[in-house]
Each structure stands twice: as C-alpha cells, then as structure tokens.
C-alpha cells in the first residue's frame, strides 16, 4: 500500500518550466514502478512519462520527450516529472501513479496507486 501525493503545479506563462514532484509514503518505494500522466479539460487521461523500479529506464510520451524528464530519488521516496519550455497544451491536472510490477508502464489500468493531481496552467 502507497499514498500519492503531488505538488509543485501552478499558473505559468508559455516558454516557462515547472518541476512537479510526487511523494509517496508507504513501504519498500523502490518497489514501485512509478508514471504520470495527466488529464486536460474535456479529454481522458493520457500517458506522459514512465520510470522503472530502480529508474536505470525511463520512457516518455511523443508529444512532450524533448521537453520532459521523469526522475526518482528512491531515497527521499520521490518521482518527479521536469517540464521544460511549456505550452498552452499542456495544461492539464497532472496525477501520479504507482504499481508493484516490473518494467515501463505505460497504461492506467496498469496502476494500482493514484494521487489527487496538481494543476498546471500555461497561458499564451
């Protein structure tokens, strides 16, 4: 068992970076293949970026890899997703997500752990 939590989001203009962080408090963290992902108004949850137990592999979505980092630090039991040269698109509510399991998971039934979300605005 694992509790999410994410913060770091906010109002930002385009061009800007912000650097989310998601905390986890539970058991055995580096155990845990960690993802984000987000949800903009009026569309369904998509895959942003993945990272393995040990983070030794990560993968990130088409639309954003030149511009996104995910990152762990297993011993502060954080994941955290860079986001560099941001776009209006990218305003979305910005979740967390973890699961017991080997590999880059790149799907949400794939999870079994979610946070609440933070918010992140870019305006033009």
């Known amino acids: 068992q694992v509790s999410l939590v994410e913060s770091g989001g906010g109002l930002v203009q385009t061009g800007d970076s912000l650097r989310l962080s998601c905390a986890a408090s539970g058991r055995a963290f580096s155990s845990y293949a960690m993802g984000w992902f987000r949800q903009a108004p009026g569309k369904e949850r998509e895959f942003v970026a993945a990272?393995?137990?040990?983070?030794?592999?990560?993968y990130i979505e088409d639309i954003v890899k030149r511009r996104f980092t995910i990152s762990r630090d297993n011993a502060k039991n954080t994941v955290y997703l860079q986001m560099n040269n941001l776009k209006p698109e990218d305003t979305a509510v910005y979740y967390c997500?973890?699961?017991?399991?080997?590999?880059?998971?790149?799907?949400?039934?794939?999870?079994?752990?979610w946070g609440q979300g933070t918010r992140v605005t870019v305006s033009s």
């Open positions: 997500a973890a699961a017991a399991k080997l590999g880059l998971l790149l799907w949400t039934y794939e999870y079994d752990y």
């Open positions: 990272i393995t137990r040990s983070g030794d592999d990560t």
